[in-house]
Each structure stands twice: as C-alpha cells, then as structure tokens.
C-alpha cells in the first residue's frame, strides 16, 4: 500500500490522524511546511511543502494514493494545490464542516462558508474519490473559550450560556478518519459527527469546574457587550458567526449523530472523558 498523505499533520486533528494511522502500522507521509517543527512520530515521512507554493507539492505527493486534506492556507490558492494532488492520488478524505446539517447552529452565515463549499464541491467535481468528514464543535475549543479564565481565577464570564452543543474530542474524530482512510467503501459519503450529549455552555464549564476539583462561579455576559469587546482573543468575523449561533441554538436540544459509535465500534467519548484527559489545560 502507498503511503497516506496529511495535509495539515501538525494541527490538533491532523496530528491525531498521523498519530492513529501510525499506531496501525500504516505508511504515513507528511506535508509541511517546516519539518524541523513538526515533531511527529519516527516512522513518519515528513516533507517540505506549502499549499501556497505549488511548485513545492510534486515532491510530497509523488506516489501517493489516499489524502487526508485539512485546508487552512488561503482559499484562493486551493484551485492550483489540488491541482497538483489531483494529479497523483486516487482519493481525498476532506475535513470540512457541518455545511448542510439542518439544525440553526450550523447555519449561521460566516466568511469561510462560501470557501469551504467551493472546496467541497471542487473535490466531487474532480473524478476523484471522495469522503467528507464533518465534526462539529470541538471538544478542545474550550482550552481557548474558558482555559484562560479558569486558569487565573474562579469566575468565568461568558455569552449565550443556555446555548446547548455536543462537543467532540478529536481522537474520536481521527478515528473515524483513520478507518474511512484504511478502508475501501467510504466513497461519497459524508460523516457528521459530534459528541454524544447535548450540553449548554454552563454544564461544559460546570464540567470544568467539577473535574479539576474547583467551585467556579458562572456569570453571563451580555451578547452586545461581548461583541463590542471581543471574544478569547478570536477575529471579529468569529465572534459573530459564534454569537449568531449560539443565539440560535438556545431552546433546542444541540443536533447529535451516533456516527462515531456506528464507525469505531464504541460510544464516542464524553464533554467530561475529554476534561479528564485534558485537565492540565484548566490548572493555574
């Protein structure tokens, strides 16, 4: 078998991609763009390449066959990019969103909607086979949301508090990436996961708090305020597709698959299992 190319290894998801398919014993290839950084497994082929730079990917993607994409540079350079992994690989495992899951949290108008569709629907257009894979609210965005705060004291103040999500941890989502990479019959399909309970944002900072073994004190901060001021350090356009769909979540049970146990064979992992494992983050 070829070696299984990831485009974005050092990220927090494909990090875990490269990390698992390793652990299987799968030849694994890296594209980044700076390898002396990228501090991957041994057995792990680590190549030079930026998406921006074309020139740069015949390298990374000669005699490829599967790839797993995460697209983080910059949606116009996409076109020349796959281009040049068009040429080689025989199917792309792409990491997009929860475009066209009909439940008001994901259907929030936001900048990089219109890009991540134009990706998506360049890969059916392609002749390639193709997988997407759809996570939605990320279990380790709450190192960003809450850990600063937490970690400097007992109150956290935050918006939107009722808004319920299903939070997913991102082994679980490279798992069902390392099996539709490893396996045969995953062509056109397109897997939405999500942790498997719903949860306000007050019962995840709850969680928090009950973990690490510390009260905290929860307060709500009003939308206007917040929009005004910012959010965890977060760009402007991010805050408000987050506002707008978190306001748009409350009153309604958060929207919850049961891909990941039907793909891995096991109950995806809890808000509080992934605290567990990360309660360093919320320590001072």
Not at 145 to 152: A, D, L, S, V
């Amino acid at each position: 078998m070829n070696p299984i190319l990831v485009i974005g290894g050092t990220g927090n998801i494909g990090r875990q991609v490269v990390t698992q398919l390793t652990a299987t014993n799968t030849q694994v290839r890296a594209l980044v763009r700076n390898p002396d950084g990228a501090h991957l497994p041994p057995q792990v082929d680590v190549r030079a390449g930026d998406l921006t730079c074309p020139d740069t990917l015949d390298a990374c993607v000669d005699g490829i066959d599967t790839v797993f994409l995460v697209w983080t540079a910059p949606a116009a350079a996409f076109a020349a990019a796959f281009a040049r992994i068009a040429r080689h690989a025989r199917r792309i495992v792409y990491l997009s969103a929860p475009l066209k899951t009909p439940h008001p949290f994901f259907q929030q108008p936001h900048s990089s909607r219109a890009p991540a569709e134009q990706i998506e629907r360049a890969i059916e257009d392609s002749g390639l086979e193709w997988t997407f894979v759809r996570p939605g609210m990320f279990a380790l965005n709450a190192r960003h949301f809450w850990g600063p705060q937490i970690r400097g004291g007992d109150v956290v103040r935050w918006p939107y508090l009722a808004a319920p999500t299903a939070p997913v941890d991102e082994r679980d989502i490279a798992a069902v990436a390392v099996r539709v990479l490893t396996e045969d019959r995953h062509a056109g399909m397109e897997y939405v996961l999500t942790g498997p309970e719903s949860l306000t944002q007050y019962e995840q900072i709850a969680t928090i708090g009950s973990v690490i073994g510390r009260p905290l004190r929860i307060e709500e901060v009003p939308a206007e305020e917040v929009r005004r001021a910012g959010l965890a350090g977060m760009p402007a356009p991010v805050v408000s597709m987050l506002m707008d769909a978190w306001a748009a979540a409350i009153g309604q049970p958060a929207f919850v698959t049961s891909t990941i146990e039907q793909m891995n064979g096991r109950p995806a992992r809890t808000f509080r299992d992934w605290v567990t494992v990360n309660a360093a983050e919320f320590r001072g």
